[in-house]
């Protein structure tokens, strides 16, 4: 089957609420897509859309070119983590699993090859109603890779994490991937999708607003920007100013440098025998990189009560410009 998700106009609305404003946008195999947008956005709503939880009012949400429904062995077809928290407690973690497999004609070696995929060795013959949330999230993932399925969409799965978790998460997200599969995932904070995702999709009021490969967003927001660490700052100035750079001095010994590369920097300085103890261009982190993408439409961040999202609209390249947002 094909790994991939296809949404197309999707919309929905709960009473008042525009929750999906005409929503297209595809996540491709063998990358991890990225799902971000402040709260209320719309990212649950499109999960549960695709997974046939919510019916859209216009539009198509398609695994593999199929409607979920249509699917004969959906988790052979989607894996996905939507709510971690919606278990049967008094189950254990392994018999939550073998009556998910059953329902779904897979056995037991699966089971056991899930568990250990998700590090649930110790833990998966206690009942899941005393699982910490971290474990409740590795349950999740444990389900959704039952059926080992092309296509894994997983609501905040580093929700609950500590850090060891984060970093397991990370890899497995990766991994995934680096098979082929397309993995969507929503998050909160970048910092967790930082050299993780490959694709970004921020979404605005139940709009797409950019639709992004995330190294060049990264690489859009480090502009040329390269620091200088040298004890002849002056010298280094005057020299560097000469072919053409712009200079500005961050600190006693600090220059930041742009309009010359840091290859460059390093020859003009070599030639001359200006010392230096730090040549380094200057890479954005991914937070950076979306607080700039979001920074101009207000619209973006949706009605007040929508909460804590980021600022708004689309940068250069990637996607709706702000005036098309704040519509
Ligand atoms: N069942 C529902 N009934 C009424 N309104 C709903 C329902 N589900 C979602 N909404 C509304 O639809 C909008 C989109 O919600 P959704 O949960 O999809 O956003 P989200 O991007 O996942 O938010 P968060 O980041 O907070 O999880 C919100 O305004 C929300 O209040």
Redesign the pocket.
Known sequence: MEATIAVSGLRKR??P?Q?LDGLTFTVTPGQVTGFV??????????MRVILGLDAPDAGTALIGGQQYRALKRPLSHVGALLDAAALQPSRTARNHLLWLAHSQGLGGKRVDEVVRLAGLESAARRRAGGYSLGMRQRLGIAAAMLGDPPVLMLDEPFNGLDPEGIVWMRGLLGSLAAQGRAVLV?S?LMSELQDTAHHLLV?GR?RVIADTSVRELVAAASGDRVTLRTSERSTAMTLLARAGATVAATDRDTLTVSGLAAERIVELLSADGVPFSEVSAHRATLEEAYMELTRDAVEFRGASS??DGGGAGAGAGAGASAEEVAR
């Not at 947008?37 to 499109?46: Q, R, V």
Request: proline share 5%; hydrophobic share 20%.
């Open positions: 709960f009473g609420t929750a947008g402040p709260n209320g956005a719309g990212k649950s709503t499109t929503s909160h979404l139940g929508d909460g």
